[in-house]
């Protein structure tokens, strides 16, 4: 079956300080893949669509130049949260649908916890 | 755009009991109706899904049922035992065109043994 992958499972860091976190299809070409954020006790909240090759489109309220998205290739997608804050920590996921366009395989999320 | 209704939030059941989940949604468009299952601190797992072309689907203890006209769609688990205690998020999209998927808001199961 279609495997996603993100580095790193976990980070901690200091507030302002910027952190990257990878998505991979380790067995499957994504051309598409969507990062989403969810804070405990609380639903998956989109935050961007991330296009191969073209620019991401961000959800309303999402800052861009705050949570900048790079989708190098076919198989990854990086998601960098710029001069980070004690209120972006979170759980970020991604995903990325199947070859049929709408089963979504996750990764296992990034846990950010930021000082 | 998509919005996702999702109740209960919170459902207790005793084990063997059946559960029932339901989802509304707005957007007619929306023709695929996957259920995931979240266990704390990992990924959202499928369960099942439905398409609009059929009204219900079943999978062993778990079933989905889909009302295009009324856009409501329930998510039943018969049976139940203590390991389906999780978080369960119903969810909408467009199926086959790499669109974004709108998630209800959770319902946290706790099946009593």
């Known amino acids: 079956g279609a495997v996603v992958s993100q580095h790193p499972s976990w980070v901690i860091c200091k507030s302002g300080t910027s952190v990257k976190i990878e998505c991979r299809s380790l067995?499957?070409?994504?051309?598409?893949m969507f990062w989403y954020r969810q804070f405990p006790k609380q639903s998956l909240m989109l935050m961007a669509t991330s296009n191969e090759g073209s620019k991401a489109t961000y959800e309303q309220g999402v800052e861009k130049d705050k949570f900048l998205i790079n989708h190098a290739s076919l198989t990854l997608s990086t998601l960098t949260v710029t001069s980070a804050h004690p209120e972006d920590s979170s759980f970020y996921i991604c995903?990325?649908?199947?070859?049929?366009?709408?089963?979504?395989?996750f990764g296992p999320g990034t846990r950010l916890t930021v000082l | 755009g998509e919005n996702v209704e999702q109740h209960p939030s919170t459902l207790s059941v005793q084990e063997g009991d059946s559960a029932v989940i339901k989802c509304t949604y707005s957007d007619s468009a929306s023709n695929y109706f996957p259920w995931y299952k979240q266990e704390l601190g990992k990924r959202p797992q499928l369960i099942i899904d439905?398409?609009?072309?059929?009204g219900e689907k079943k999978d062993q203890r778990i079933a989905v049922t889909l009302n295009k006209t009324a856009k409501h769609f329930s998510l039943h688990i018969t049976e139940t035992q203590p390991e389906d205690s999780a978080v369960y998020f119903c969810a909408a999209s467009i199926a086959g065109g790499y669109q974004k998927v709108t998630f209800g808001t959770g319902t946290k199961l706790q099946v009593i043994p």
């Open positions: 067995d499957f070409q994504a051309t598409t």
């Open positions: 995903s990325a649908p199947g070859l049929a366009g709408d089963t979504q395989y």
């Open positions: 439905i398409r609009s072309n059929v």
